[in-house]
Nanobody, 118 residues
Framework: QVQVVESGGGLVQAGGSLRLSCAAS????????MGWYRQAPGKQRELVAT???????SYADSFKGRFTISRDNAKNTIYLQMNNLKPEDTADYYC????????????WGQGTQVTVSS
C-alpha cells in the first residue's frame, strides 16, 4: 500500500535549487526514520539522506553539503532542499520509511522527477 506522496520536482538549470516534499501517512511517519532515495536512468535506486523521528540527519557521502533533509512532524512531511544542482542529479526522487531490519513501511510511490540541464 502506497502511503507516501512526493512532489516538488521539475526542470532546473545546473547550479539551481529545488525543494522536494514528501507527505506520509501517520502510521508510516510518526516516530519513524524517513528517507529520500533517488533512481537515475539505468541505475539502481540509492539512498540520499535520512532523518530520524527525533530529527537526527544522515547523508550519503555524495550528497553532503549540497542537500538538506528535514521534517515537519506537525504535517507528517519531510523535505529535501537541493542546492547547486548538477546534471548528474537528474533522477526520480522517492521517499520512504526504512525498517531497521530491512524493508520499508510503505510501498514505493510514483516519485517526483528532477531534471537538471547543463
Amino acid at each position: 500500500q502506497v502511503q507516501v506522496v512526493e512532489s516538488g520536482g521539475g526542470l532546473v538549470q545546473a547550479g539551481g535549487s529545488l525543494r522536494l516534499s514528501c507527505a506520509a501517512s501517520g502510521s508510516v511517519f510518526i516516530g519513524n526514520t524517513m528517507g529520500w532515495y533517488r533512481q537515475a536512468p539505468g541505475k539502481q535506486r540509492e539512498l540520499v539522506a535520512t532523518v530520524t523521528g527525533g530529527g537526527i540527519t544522515s547523508y550519503a557521502d555524495s550528497f553532503k553539503g549540497r542537500f538538506t533533509i528535514s521534517r515537519d512532524n506537525a504535517k507528517n512531511t519531510i523535505y529535501l532542499q537541493m542546492n547547486n544542482l548538477k546534471p548528474e542529479d537528474t533522477a526520480d526522487y522517492y521517499c520512504n520509511a526504512p525498517r531497521i531490519f530491512g524493508g520499508y513501511r510503505s510501498s514505493w510511490g510514483q516519485g517526483t522527477q528532477v531534471t537538471v540541464s547543463s
